[in-house]
C-alpha cells in the first residue's frame, strides 16, 4: 500500500515535470514577434462600407492586401455620441471615451473665457513657419475657422495614449511621430511624448509647432524646400480610371454638392494657381493631399530611421482626403469613390515601402477610421427617404422661448452643435432649478421637426437605460460639454449654410461603423464579425507588445490579434 502510494506521487511529480516542460516549449513557441515599428493608419471619414462598396476597383497590395493577410473587424462601432476627427482619433489613440480623454468634440464652448475653443488650440505653442512670406490660405475647415490662434499642442488632452505608454515602457528610447492632413489628426495619435507633423492650407508645407521642435530639423527643411505641392498648380484632380469603372459613375453633377469657388462639381476639378487662397485647401480635398502625406512620411522614416532596431518605434498616418472630398461631394459622389480607390494606390505604395525599408514580418499595422459619414439630406429625399437640415438660429429661438416663460431672456449663452450652452448664472439669479429648466428646453427641442432627442446633462444618469443617450454619457466632459445635447433625426443635419455640404457627428450607424485591421507577424488572415470598438484598438497594440494598456484605457485587447 504505502509502495503504491509511494509510485503514485512519483507518478505525479513526473506528469508535473512534463506538463511544466511542455509549458516551456508552448511559451516559447508562443513569444512575441520583433515588432520594430507600429504603424497606425487612420482614413478620415472611411465609413465601414465604402471598402465593400469599391471592392471592384481596389489593386492587390492596398486595402485587399491588409484584408487578405490581417485580421479584418467588420462590426467595429464607436460608442460616443459626437463623431468627429479629434474625438474619434483620440478614442483611438487613448482607448477611451471623450467623457475621460475631454475631446469632446472639434470645438466647444469655453465657459471661463466664454468663447468657442478649437480641440488642439494651444497660444503658448505657435507653429513654426516655413517661409518667410507666407501669405495665409482661405480656411474651408469649419472646425479650424473656429480657432483664435496658430497654435497648437496636445496640451488638452487629458488620458494618456499608447503611444505615451511606449516611452514610458522603452526607456524614452522609442521614436514616436504622428503625420497628417490636418492638425488634429497628427497631434492626437502622437500624443503628449511624440512629435506630430501636418499639412498647412496656407502653404502646402508639413508644419510643427514649438511645442514639439524649437526648429525644423534638416530633413523637413529640404521636404519642404522642393514645394511638392505647388508642383500641382495649374493641375486639376482628375479620375484615376475609366469612368464606366465607376459604381457611382452618374453620381457626378449632384445640384446639392459644393461648388467650392472654381473647384466645381464635376471632374476635373482644377486646383488653380499656387498664389490662390483655396489652392492649398483644394490639393487636400482631393488624392493628391494623400499622397503628399505619404512622401512626406517616407522622408520621415528615412531621415528618422524608424523601425531600424530592436526598439519599437510608432508612426501613426491619418490620410484627410476622403473626409475632405465628403464633405463637399458627399459620400456617395463619383468624388467619394475616386478618392477612396486613389487612396487604395496610396496604401499598396506605403506597404511596399514598409517592406523594402522596415519589413512587413516587423511592422505591426493597424487600419481604422475616426468615424464614418451621413449622405446628404438632399440626397436621401431625392431618394425617398425624407430628412432635412436644421438651422441653428431656430434652436435657439425655441430653447429662448422656453427661457422666457420662466422669466429669462436669452437663456441661451451659446449654441456649437451638438451641444447648446445655457446662461446658468441668469438660470440660478432667477432662483430656478437648474435640472427643471433643462429639461423643460430639452422637451421643446424633442418636439422639433428632425430632432429625434435632446438630451439634458443633468438628468443623464437617470435616462441610460436608452442607448442613444449612453452614447451622449460617454461623450458627457463636466466642464466641456454643455447643458443640452441635440441628436438630430437620422440623416438630418444641424446646420444649414456654409461651403460644407455633407456632415457627420450623429450617433446613429453610418457616422460609428468603421473598419478595424491587424497586420503584422504571426497574425494570420481572418475576418472577424463580432461586435468590437475603437476603444479596444489601443489595449491591443499595447498587448501585442507585451504593455499594460494606456492608463485610462477601458476597451479591451482583441484576442484574435493575440493568438
Ligand atoms: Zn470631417
Known amino acids: 500500500m504505502r509502495c503504491n502510494i509511494h509510485m503514485l506521487w512519483k507518478f505525479f511529480l513526473v506528469v508535473l515535470a512534463l506538463l511544466a516542460t511542455g509549458n516551456l516549449t508552448d511559451i516559447e513557441a508562443q513569444s512575441r514577434p520583433e515588432v520594430r515599428l507600429v504603424l497606425q493608419v487612420t482614413i478620415d471619414g472611411l465609413r465601414a462600407d465604402l471598402i465593400n462598396r469599391y471592392e471592384n476597383g481596389f489593386g492587390k497590395g492596398g486595402f485587399r492586401f491588409l484584408i487578405e493577410k ?132 496656407n502653404t502646402g508645407d508639413f508644419v510643427s509647432s514649438t511645442y514639439y521642435y524649437d526648429a525644423y530639423p534638416d530633413w523637413v527643411i529640404q521636404w519642404n524646400a522642393q514645394r511638392k505641392a505647388e508642383g500641382y498648380a495649374g493641375k486639376s484632380w482628375s479620375l ?9 459613375f452618374a453620381q457626378d453633377n449632384r445640384p446639392y454638392e459644393a461648388d467650392l469657388k472654381g473647384y466645381g462639381r464635376v471632374f ?38 524608424l523601425g531600424q532596431d530592436e526598439i519599437p518605434d510608432y508612426l501613426s498616418i491619418s490620410f484627410s482626403g476622403v473626409d475632405a472630398a465628403n464633405h463637399f461631394f458627399g459620400p456617395s459622389s463619383l468624388e467619394n469613390e475616386d478618392v477612396v480607390v486613389q487612396l487604395d494606390r496610396t496604401l499598396s505604395d506605403l506597404i511596399e515601402f514598409i517592406g523594402k525599408t522596415v519589413g512587413l514580418d516587423h511592422t505591426l499595422i493597424v487600419l481604422s477610421a475616426d468615424h464614418g459619414m451621413a449622405d446628404m439630406p438632399e440626397y436621401m429625399t431625392e431618394l425617398g427617404y425624407p430628412a432635412g437640415r436644421l438651422n441653428p438660429d431656430e434652436i435657439v429661438k425655441t430653447a429662448n422661448k422656453v427661457g422666457q416663460q420662466y422669466g429669462i431672456d436669452e437663456i441661451v449663452r451659446f449654441f456649437y452643435r451638438p451641444y447648446l450652452y445655457l446662461d446658468n448664472e441668469k438660470i440660478s439669479a432667477a432662483k430656478l432649478d437648474q435640472t427643471f429648466v433643462e429639461q423643460a428646453i430639452a422637451d421643446a427641442l424633442t418636439y422639433t421637426d428632425g430632432i429625434a432627442l435632446a438630451v439634458a446633462s443633468s438628468r443623464l444618469s437617470s435616462q441610460q437605460s436608452n442607448p442613444l443617450v449612453a452614447q451622449v454619457q460617454r461623450n458627457t466632459h463636466i466642464t466641456r460639454s454643455g447643458d443640452i445635447y441635440i441628436i438630430q433625426e437620422p440623416y438630418w ?54 504593455m499594460t494598456p494606456p492608463g485610462s484605457a477601458q476597451g479591451s485587447a482583441l484576442e484574435e490579434v493575440l493568438r
Open 70 to 201: 490581417g485580421i479584418y473587424y467588420t462590426n467595429a462601432y464607436y460608442q460616443h455620441a459626437n463623431t468627429e476627427t479629434i474625438v474619434g482619433h483620440t478614442t483611438l489613440a487613448t482607448g477611451t471615451f471623450p467623457s475621460q480623454h475631454g475631446m469632446i468634440g472639434n470645438v466647444w464652448f469655453d465657459r471661463e473665457t466664454g468663447e468657442l475653443a478649437y480641440n488642439i488650440e494651444d497660444p503658448d505653442s505657435p507653429i513654426i513657419p516655413t517661409r518667410e512670406n507666407e501669405s495665409k490660405g482661405e480656411q474651408v475647415d469649419p472646425a479650424q475657422k473656429k480657432s483664435r490662434t496658430q497654435g497648437r499642442s496636445p496640451a488638452v488632452i487629458l488620458a494618456p495614449t499608447f503611444s505615451d505608454g511606449l516611452a514610458a515602457y522603452y526607456g524614452g528610447r522609442s521614436k514616436i511621430f504622428g503625420v497628417s492632413g490636418k492638425d488634429r489628426s497628427a497631434v492626437s495619435m502622437a500624443g503628449h511624448v511624440g512629435k506630430a507633423f501636418w499639412y498647412s492650407t
Open 240 to 248: 484615376l480610371n475609366d469612368p464606366s469603372a465607376y459604381l457611382l
Open 493 to 546: 443635419f444641424l446646420f444649414d449654410k456654409g461651403p460644407v455640404k455633407a456632415m457627420h457627428g450623429s450617433p446613429w450607424r453610418y457616422d460609428t461603423h468603421v473598419p478595424i485591421i491587424f497586420a503584422g507577424p504571426t497574425i494570420g488572415a481572418q475576418t472577424v464579425h463580432r461586435l468590437v470598438h475603437p476603444v479596444d484598438v489601443a489595449p491591443t497594440i499595447a498587448a501585442f507588445l507585451g
Open 268 to 305: 476635373p476639378h482644377p486646383f488653380g494657381q499656387a498664389d490662390d487662397k483655396l489652392f492649398a485647401s483644394r490639393i487636400l480635398i482631393s488624392p493628391i493631399g494623400d499622397q503628399l502625406t505619404l512622401d512626406f512620411s517616407k522622408a520621415l522614416i528615412k531621415h528618422e530611421q
